[in-house]
T-cell receptor, first 117, second 114 residues
Framework: NAGVTQTPKFQVLKTGQSMTLQCAQDMNHEYMSWYRQDPGMGLRLIHYSVGAGITDQGEVPNGYNVSRSTTEDFPLRLLSAAPSQTSVYFC????????????????FGQGTRLTVV | QQPVQSPQAVILREGEDAVINCSSSKALYSVHWYRQKHGEAPVFLMILLKGGEQKGHDKISASFNEKKQQSSLYLTASQLSYSGTYFCGTVVPFFGGATNKLIFGTGTLLAVQP
């Protein structure tokens, strides 16, 4: 069972370039999300999805696009990379809720370390 | 808005206890706790739900005060393996229920020394 898989693990971009960070999960989770992690800032939510075809913005969505065409995949697109987007990016997935109506454990990918020069 | 965690960092010797606090300005549906070791992904520790239900780790305990919108994580008789950064994640109510939209705090760095 692979869990949550992110690719690539490392990436260097030049300012203005575009790229897509890939995230795939094999646990049939409805809920998927993208976070960025910067020193002293914790994990900040970029975008999230509650199921195929449904996405919404998180705390820091500017400069990023997402779409969700399948349950398994949730790619994050940087349209025009900027040095401020240098960060570690984590994808996470979970069931939306459990039988009691409470929250459920989020599983994280191993992260993508992105540097924009 | 991110929940506020305190302290920002704490250094312990093995066997000592620590408390990490998490405070939100919004009404909460649940609180999650995660631990992240350096260079690794965050790993789930526990969930605390409204009404007092707690799900997760058997060696770490936590509390959730719904009225005060606060949660505390209690690490007792700390071990070297407890070292890492601890994050609380808060879930706000959504149409009477909740999604799993987690907003994380800025983290608490815990270092346990021999």
């Amino acid at each position: 069972n692979a869990g949550v898989t992110q690719t690539p693990k490392f990436q260097v971009l030049k300012t203005g370039q575009s790229m897509t960070l890939q995230c795939a999960q094999d646990m049939n989770h409805e809920y998927m999300s993208w976070y960025r992690q910067d020193p002293g800032m914790g994990l900040r939510l970029i975008h999230y999805s509650v199921g195929a075809g449904i996405t919404d913005q998180g705390e820091v969505p500017n400069g990023y696009n997402v779409s969700r065409s399948t349950t398994e995949d949730f790619p994050l697109r940087l349209l025009s990379a900027a040095p401020s987007q240098t960060s570690v990016y984590f994808c996470a997935s979970s069931y939306s809720t459990d039988s009691t109506g409470g929250g459920t454990e989020a599983f994280f990918g191993q992260g993508t370390r992105l540097t924009v020069v | 808005q991110q929940p506020v965690q305190s302290p920002q960092a704490v250094i312990l010797r093995e066997g000592e206890d620590a408390v990490i606090n998490c405070s939100s300005s919004k009404a909460l549906y649940s609180v999650h706790w995660y631990r992240q070791k350096h260079g690794e992904a965050p790993v789930f520790l526990m969930i605390l739900l409204k009404g007092g239900e707690q799900k997760g780790h058997d060696k770490i305990s936590a509390s959730f005060n719904e009225k005060k919108q606060q949660s505390s994580l209690y690490l007792t008789a700390s071990q070297l393996s407890y070292s890492g950064t601890y994050f609380c994640g808060t879930v706000v109510p959504f149409f009477g229920g909740a999604t799993n939209k987690l907003i994380f705090g800025t983290g608490t760095l815990l270092a346990v020394q021999p």
